[in-house]
């Protein structure tokens, strides 16, 4: 009997599994055999800049379809040296690789600070990272990740990234589960999208409403709320709230509980 092998990936087939009975073609007698790596644990993350400082946060959920693993797993990620790490990683996905992910790219960090005598900068970090998503452009790190720091005139810095490498800078952005609900929200009280200034005029003359820089505690507080209301709607948000405020002095970290139904 001639034995076919298939390395397409079901998206049926969550987590790792040999599908060998459920792509069986009984009418011609083959067996086909497909293997899956990937599976998506749930959760979500955001992060908002500010003038001078940004702030990323994430859910401690995780989860695997309707089961949950474990209600205590970051998705924030300190990046370099303890002592004067000013950049963090967020990761949404699949948890082994987010950890993968992380591991490598401190690395990279700690061996440029005991290279060069200084820390990266988040653009060169933000590069770097976009190298390393590219090299495993065929079997990629199933997660979208977040980097966050200071630039060098002190600014808040947010970089988003695709599971292959491309990143651009954002002033805001959220991944994972609930991202579809968290964005609209980001966006009306973020990016001001669609919004006018009344006063400017009537009709074709209203003019968009210009930018406001946001306060270190309005935007804690954007975050507490966004986060709250995905929790009511979405299964695989909540337990408990990771937030990490970056600024000059270092990074500063704080929990927040969640629902947990």
């Given at each position: 009997m001639a034995?076919?092998?298939?390395?397409?990936?079901?998206?049926?087939?969550?987590?790792?599994?040999?599908?060998?009975?459920?792509?069986?073609?009984h009418s011609e007698g083959v067996k086909q055999h497909a293997f899956y790596p990937y599976t998506d644990n749930g959760g979500s993350t955001l992060a908002i800049s500010g003038d001078d400082f940004a702030i990323l946060a994430g859910d401690t959920r995780m989860t695997s379809g309707y089961?949950?693993?474990?209600?205590y797993q970051p998705k924030l990620f300190k990046i370099g040296d303890e002592e004067d790490s000013r950049i963090v990683l967020s990761v949404v996905g699949y948890a082994a690789d987010g950890n993968a992910l992380k591991e490598r790219l401190d690395v990279i960090v700690k061996m440029y600070k005991y290279?060069?005598?200084?820390?990266?900068?988040?653009?060169?970090?933000?590069?770097?990272?976009?190298?390393?998503?590219?090299?495993?452009r065929f079997f990629p790190y199933y997660v979208h990740a977040i980097l966050g720091g200071l630039d060098e005139d002190g600014k808040g810095a947010l970089y988003s990234y695709d599971p292959v490498g491309s990143y651009e800078r954002e002033q805001c952005r959220a991944a994972g589960a609930a991202s579809s609900l968290i964005m609209p929200f980001l966006d009306n009280q973020v990016n001001y999208k669609?919004?006018?200034?009344?006063?400017?005029?009537?009709?074709?003359?209203?003019?968009?409403?210009?930018?406001?820089?946001?306060?270190?505690?309005?935007?804690?507080?954007?975050?507490?709320?966004?986060?709250?209301?995905?929790?009511?709607?979405?299964?695989?948000?909540?337990?408990?709230?990771?937030m990490m405020i970056i600024k000059k002095d270092g990074i500063h970290e704080t929990f927040t509980p969640l629902k947990r139904d």
């Open positions: 034995s076919i092998s298939n390395y397409a990936m079901p998206q049926e087939q969550p987590g790792y599994s040999f599908a060998g009975s459920a792509a069986a073609s089961n949950i693993h474990t209600r290279q060069h005598g200084k820390t990266i900068s988040i653009k060169a970090c933000a590069q770097r990272l976009s190298t390393i998503l590219y090299g495993k669609n919004q006018y200034d009344p006063t400017s005029g009537e009709g074709h003359n209203l003019q968009p409403r210009g930018f406001e820089a946001l306060s270190q505690d309005h935007v804690v507080a954007l975050v507490k709320d966004a986060f709250t209301s995905a929790t009511e709607r979405h299964i695989e948000v909540g337990d408990g709230l990771q």
